[in-house]
């Protein structure tokens, strides 16, 4: 799959021209300037150039017909037990009645162990965790895009979603790295739905920035077309140089 997001674009220019490339989940910055599907957030990770990749997968972002207020009143997640802190929410949510969280791998410890649940199942809930596992969360975008609100501890990783962009407050639920404020977010927003609803309205207007595929295209060649020009194998043409230049 990482092979043809690329190939749709890059068919498009010289066959001669060179690219770095590091497909499939990418920990740390590059040693040189390299096509990624994400980069840590932090530091300097401009040798990390995001490129739309793995889209079928990271950008699977179905319609949602169930308002808020119509979902149960309960905190779900479902997943890999891939990183420390999915392992730290699942002890700090085992005991809170609001919470539906484990996993359903069957190699996991008996009391992490939940059935498996659909992303139209999770999205009965008003409330979906998201944690990142080895690299970015790829829940992050169908839990935005949908009606129900999005918990989750600030993104150490960021993809074509420029999840660095996301502010906390106003697209999502800032939680604790250890889930200690998990009950008293959840209870708050119980209390408060319109707040709640207004956070889901925002996530929902951030996702449909991607929705717009001739823009999203247009961007994906204007990204290649300046790795060349910045690499020093084509010259820019002002035209389209314009675009990037601002």
Request: some cysteine; charged content about 25%.
């Amino acid at each position: 799959m990482y092979y043809y997001d690329l190939k749709e674009f890059t068919r498009y220019f010289d066959p001669d021209l060179r690219i770095d490339l590091e497909f499939g989940d990418v920990a740390d910055v590059p040693a040189m300037p390299s096509i990624v599907k994400d980069r840590p957030i932090a530091g300097d990770n401009s040798n990390g150039v995001l490129f739309k990749l793995n889209k079928f997968r990271h950008f699977h972002m179905p319609a949602d017909d169930v308002a808020f207020a119509d979902k149960l009143p309960v905190a779900v997640w479902r997943g890999e037990l891939n990183n420390p802190i999915r392992t730290l929410l699942l002890d700090a949510a085992r005991d809170l009645p609001f919470c539906d969280v484990g996993t359903p791998k069957p190699t996991a410890a008996p009391e992490y162990r939940k059935p498996y649940l659909s992303i139209d199942q999770q999205r009965r809930c008003r409330y979906i965790i998201s944690l990142e596992g080895n690299d970015v969360a790829t829940n992050l975008k169908w839990i935005m895009s949908s009606n129900s609100l999005c918990l989750m501890p600030p993104p150490t990783y960021e993809t074509w979603f420029a999840e660095s962009e996301l502010v906390a407050g106003v697209h999502y639920v800032p939680l604790e790295s250890d889930f200690t404020d998990l009950a008293e977010r959840v209870q708050y927003l119980e209390r408060h739905p319109t707040e709640a609803e207004r956070i889901v309205a925002a996530a929902n207007a951030y996702c449909r920035k991607f929705a717009d595929e001739r823009a999203e295209q247009a961007i994906c060649l204007l990204v290649l077309y300046k790795y060349f020009v910045l690499s020093g194998q084509i010259e820019p043409d002002p035209e389209a140089w314009r675009f990037i230049s601002g």
